[in-house]
């Protein structure tokens, strides 16, 4: 699996060698759980929040089936208004789930909050840039009828990495490397996958929680942030 093999080699690179066993991962945006088995089953101990509790009690059965359940818990929660005191985690993982936040500015800040200083934030996010949007618009209208998902959900939040970068300073985190999708996807992916590389419908990247301002919060780089909005509507 790309992604986990992702979170490994981030978590390998900062801690100098295996480290997914140590401390609890919050996975912001589990679904059914596919994310928290394979990490679990890497040696990591995993609480998945999502806000469909249907769709929770889908990943704790199947966390059973697997004989996952004594490593992996799951919490019905917001990304929006994560229930956690400020620095619980030393590891948030956002994957996909950035897409589908209703307000991704609230979203940053509260995974920004609830990171211990040094934690690290590794998240995947649907670029912004307008190939993309008429990528995601073409696909969005022909794939949930191909495949018979008239009910998927559609992205809601769309950011390019520089836009992205600037959300995640205004909140007290470090970007420390954006980039494209692994090479390597899924065996099936075929042309859609080379697409998505292709014209960088997704990114991966992670980020550093740095300590505490002194005083204001959010930090100022917020203000280029707000910026970067404003140009994007004129540029």
Same mark, same amino acid.
């Given at each position: 699996?790309?992604?986990?093999?992702?979170? /490994?080699?981030?978590?390998? +690179?900062?801690? *100098?060698? #295996? %480290?997914?066993?140590?401390?609890?991962?919050?996975?912001?945006?589990?679904?059914?759980?596919?994310?928290?088995?394979?990490?679990?089953?890497?040696? %990591?101990?995993?609480?998945?929040?999502?806000?469909?509790?249907?769709?929770?009690?889908? =990943?704790?059965?199947?966390?059973?089936?697997?004989?996952?359940?004594?490593?992996? %818990?799951?919490?019905?929660?917001? =990304? /929006?208004?994560?229930?956690?005191?400020?620095?619980?985690?030393?590891?948030?993982?956002?994957?996909?789930?950035?897409?589908?936040?209703?307000?991704? +500015?609230?979203?940053?800040?509260?995974?920004?909050?609830?990171?211990?200083?040094?934690?690290?934030?590794?998240?995947?996010?649907?670029?912004?840039?307008?190939?993309?949007?008429?990528?995601?618009?073409?696909?969005?209208?022909?794939?949930?009828?191909?495949?018979?998902? /008239?009910?998927?959900?559609? #992205?809601?939040?769309?950011?390019?990495? &520089?836009?992205?970068?600037?959300?995640?300073? %205004?909140?007290?985190?470090? #970007?420390?490397?954006? *980039?494209?999708? #692994?090479?390597?996807?899924?065996?099936?992916?075929?042309?859609?996958?080379?697409?998505?590389?292709?014209?960088?419908?997704?990114?991966?990247?992670?980020?550093? &929680?740095?300590?505490?301002?002194?005083?204001?919060?959010?930090? +100022?780089?917020?203000?280029?942030?707000?910026?970067?909005?404003?140009?994007?509507?004129?540029?």
């Amino acid at each position: 699996m790309a992604r986990c093999d992702y979170v /490994e080699a981030v978590v390998a +690179r900062l801690y *100098g060698g #295996p %480290a997914l066993g140590q401390e609890e991962i919050l996975i912001v945006g589990c679904g059914q759980g596919q994310l928290c088995e394979e990490l679990a089953r890497r040696g %990591a101990i995993i609480l998945g929040l999502d806000d469909s509790p249907l769709v929770l009690e889908q =990943a704790q059965r199947h966390a059973r089936e697997r004989v996952l359940g004594h490593v992996i %818990a799951y919490l019905c929660g917001q =990304a /929006e208004a994560l229930p956690f005191a400020s620095g619980s985690f030393s590891m948030v993982v956002c994957l996909q789930e950035l897409a589908q936040v209703r307000d991704l +500015r609230a979203a940053i800040a509260e995974m920004a909050r609830v990171l211990a200083p040094g934690g690290l934030l590794v998240f995947e996010a649907l670029n912004g840039s307008w190939p993309s949007r008429l990528l995601l618009s073409w696909l969005g209208e022909r794939l949930p009828l191909a495949f018979g998902l /008239e009910g998927a959900a559609r #992205p809601r939040s769309l950011i390019r990495p &520089r836009e992205l970068a600037f959300l995640l300073t %205004a909140y007290g985190l470090q #970007p420390a490397e954006i *980039g494209s999708l #692994p090479s390597g996807g899924p065996t099936n992916g075929g042309i859609l996958w080379s697409l998505c590389r292709l014209t960088r419908l997704h990114y991966l990247g992670y980020a550093v &929680r740095l300590p505490a301002p002194q005083q204001g919060s959010p930090l +100022r780089s917020e203000s280029r942030w707000r910026a970067s909005q404003g140009s994007k509507r004129t540029g």
